[in-house]
């Protein structure tokens, strides 16, 4: 799947975002490496805590239906700007793929930049380091 076409399914999944508080939309798609999407949306709650990213909506998602190995994640929101994932939904995506692209853009401009995972969080803890495994 074009990063595009990708992009476009997340700008789409934005409009189911839950946002009463901070009105900040933001949809995610997740394409597995078997090539299915998983689109998710941002989830406010009164209690900020128990809230929950789009992007981190999507991986859990995919995780909960047994897909485990991710290929790109495209981030859009209701900004005029492009939307980075938060620190804590770029170590979610590194915990499954450290080769993971994040896509990010406005398909009505036919802006469309990609992104290493590696970019964005360079240097990243991970499940080797547990292990004792880490090169």
């Known amino acids: ?11 789409e999944a934005k409009g189911n ?9 933001v949809g995610a798609a997740l394409l597995t490496k078997g090539g299915k999407v998983y689109t998710g ?3 406010e709650n009164a209690s ?8 981190r909506t999507a991986i859990f998602k995919a995780v ?9 994640i ?11 994932p938060c620190g804590i939904c770029r170590q979610v995506m590194v915990e499954f793929s450290k080769e993971l692209t994040v896509v990010l853009g406005d398909t009505e401009k036919n802006e469309v930049h990609e992104y290493s995972i590696e ?8 499940g080797l380091d547990i292990k004792g495994e880490k090169i």
């Open 17 to 25: 975002a839950y946002v009463p508080y901070s009105k900040f939309k």
């Open 48 to 55: 900020y805590g128990a809230s929950n990213c789009a992007e």
């Open 41 to 43: 949306c941002n989830i």
């Open 119 to 126: 970019e964005l969080l360079s240097h990243s803890f991970s």
């Open 64 to 72: 909960s239906e047994g897909e485990t190995e991710f290929e790109k």
């Open 1 to 11: 799947m074009k990063s595009f076409d990708l992009l476009k399914l997340a700008e």
């Open 74 to 84: 495209a981030v859009a929101s209701s900004s005029r700007e492009e939307t980075w």
